[in-house]
T-cell receptor, first 114, second 113 residues
Framework: EPEVTQTPSHQVTQMGQEVILRCVPI?????FYWYRQILGQKVEFLVS????????KSEIFDDQFSVERPDGSNFTLKIRSTKLEDSAMYFC????????????FGSGTQLSVL | QKEVEQNSGPLSVPEGAIASLNCTYS??????FFWYRQYSGKSPELIMF????GDKEDGRFTAQLNKASQYVSLLIRDSQPSDSATYLC?????????????FGKGTTLSVSS
């Protein structure tokens, strides 16, 4: 069964450092997303991406964040200067499009900012 | 502020019983509704979606939607210990790809054998 894959599974970084989280969405899906979940809290929307453009972004997705689809398969989330409060599980997701929002999530990257 | 509310639980049921999970949402314009299951330390897994008022059944799962009451529920029949997880209600205001899903905090279900 097709799945969304994310790397790395764990990332530890120092505050102020840049991190890049990587995702390979399901191959025939057109929409890509990043969500995050701080330990014990809700899953929160960060950004959606379609046709090489951001479709929607939340208030969390400020200038420190960026997304990119550098080639035909990868989808990345970059955090330029990490803060302690960026520590969370980051989930990539994808959907077919076609008028519905059935999301399929990757296994996540646990980001720890020290 | 669009909100999705769930009782955090834990909801404890014996094996074989019916588990009933509830969710309310604040945005009356919400169009599509989803139930995800999340095991501890894992990613959300889609188990049900519903767009229209009424019931929708899939195997042991039934989703119920009442837009007038802004209420969504999930029934799990013949609960199994493997159903023990956190169940996340999620709502989309547009039923359109590329828009945000708003998640509730989840209800933890514990099924005892």
């Amino acid at each position: 069964e097709p799945e969304v894959t994310q790397t790395p599974s764990h990332q530890v970084t120092q505050m102020g450092q840049e991190v890049i989280l990587r995702c390979v969405p399901i191959s025939n899906h057109l929409y890509f997303y990043w969500y995050r979940q701080i330990l014990g809290q809700k899953v929160e929307f960060l950004v959606s991406f379609y046709n090489n453009e951001i479709s929607e972004k939340s208030e969390i997705f400020d200038d420190q964040f960026s997304v990119e689809r550098p080639d035909g398969s990868n989808f990345t989330l970059k955090i330029r200067s990490t803060k302690l409060e960026d520590s969370a599980m980051y989930f990539c997701a994808s959907s077919e499009g076609r008028g519905s929002e059935k999301l399929f999530f990757g296994s996540g990257t646990q980001l720890s900012v020290l | 502020q669009k909100e999705v509310e769930q009782n955090s639980g834990p909801l404890s049921v014996p094996e074989g019983a019916i588990a009933s999970l509830n969710c309310t949402y604040s945005d009356r314009g919400s169009q599509s509704f989803f139930w995800y299951r999340q095991y501890s330390g894992k990613s959300p897994e889609l188990i049900m979606f519903i767009y229209s008022n009424g019931d929708k059944e899939d195997g042991r799962f039934t989703a119920q939607l009442n837009k007038a009451s802004q209420y969504v529920s999930l029934l799990i029949r013949d609960s199994q210990p493997s159903d023990s997880a956190t169940y996340l209600c999620a709502v989309n205001t547009a039923n359109q790809a590329g828009t945000a899903l708003i998640f509730g905090k989840g209800t933890t279900l514990s099924v005892s054998s």
